[in-house]
């Protein structure tokens, strides 16, 4: 069975501070890994994936994640947080057909 | 954006009367999901389909029925809805083939759903 931890809730944080967004995941195998956001009364969308190539991962908006298997973790970051980041944030896992979302992140951003 | 309409978007209705969920796609995408979003659970599969007239359930499809009849349309009927399936509700599309592939999944921007 997989399973993914997102390990906070909430996160708040200063415009122009780094975020950290982090998630775990459990799989006896190797995933493919998704960042999405879903900003208020909106869908999700993809802010990015792993899928076996490079570790490090580029997305959209100036966010990157690491996949570290010896960690089991796939953690969300960017150097610079904008107003425009306030938004709910899933880790995602794809495994044999089957997407396992985590329970989420609220990221506040303060001016 | 992908092509995905979701209608309704607003719904309040009584336990006890049957709602059905539209989800129509533009993209001749072959998967087609239905999701809950539920606070503190993340979205949990209710029902998915790869193809017309091909269905399987999800985790949480008790409660819930799904149909197919064309690629673009996949609906979600709550045949006797109770307050605990008050939640917003996602379609999502995915082109892949799931067993061998995975791309991202596609959203529609959600119907929210209140049963009294």
């Known amino acids: 069975a997989q399973s993914v931890t997102q390990l906070d809730s909430h996160v708040s944080v200063s415009e122009g501070t780094p975020v950290l967004l982090r998630c775990n995941y459990s799989?006896?195998?190797?995933?493919?890994l998704f960042w999405y956001v879903q900003h208020p009364n909106k869908g999700l969308q993809l802010l990015l994936k792993?899928?076996?190539?490079?570790?490090l991962v580029k997305g959209i908006n100036g966010f990157e994640a690491e996949f570290k298997k010896s960690e089991t973790s796939f953690h969300l970051t960017k150097p610079s947080a904008h107003m425009s980041d306030a938004a709910e944030y899933f880790c995602?896992?794809?495994?044999?057909?089957?997407?396992?979302f985590g329970a989420g992140t609220q990221v506040v951003v303060t001016p | 954006d992908a092509g995905i309409t979701q209608s309704p978007r607003h719904k309040v209705t009584e336990t006890g009367t049957p709602v059905t969920l539209r989800c129509h796609q533009t993209?001749?995408?072959?998967?087609m999901y239905w999701y809950r979003q539920d606070p503190g659970h993340g979205l949990r599969l209710i029902h998915y389909?790869?193809?017309?007239?091909?269905?399987d359930k999800g985790e949480v499809s008790d409660g819930y029925s799904v149909s197919r009849s064309k690629t673009e349309d996949f609906l979600l009927t709550l045949e006797s809805a109770t307050s605990s399936q008050t939640s917003v509700y996602f379609c999502?599309?995915?082109?892949?083939?799931?067993?061998?592939?995975?791309?991202?999944?596609?959203f529609g921007e959600g119907s929210r759903l209140t049963v009294l």
């Open positions: 999502a599309i995915s082109a892949e083939d799931r067993d061998t592939y995975t791309g991202e999944l596609f």
């Open positions: 799989s006896s195998y190797s995933p493919s």
């Open positions: 792993y899928t076996s190539a490079a570790t």
């Open positions: 995602v896992v794809w495994l044999w057909g089957k997407f396992q």
């Open positions: 993209e001749n995408h072959r998967y």
């Open positions: 389909s790869y193809g017309v007239k091909d269905t």
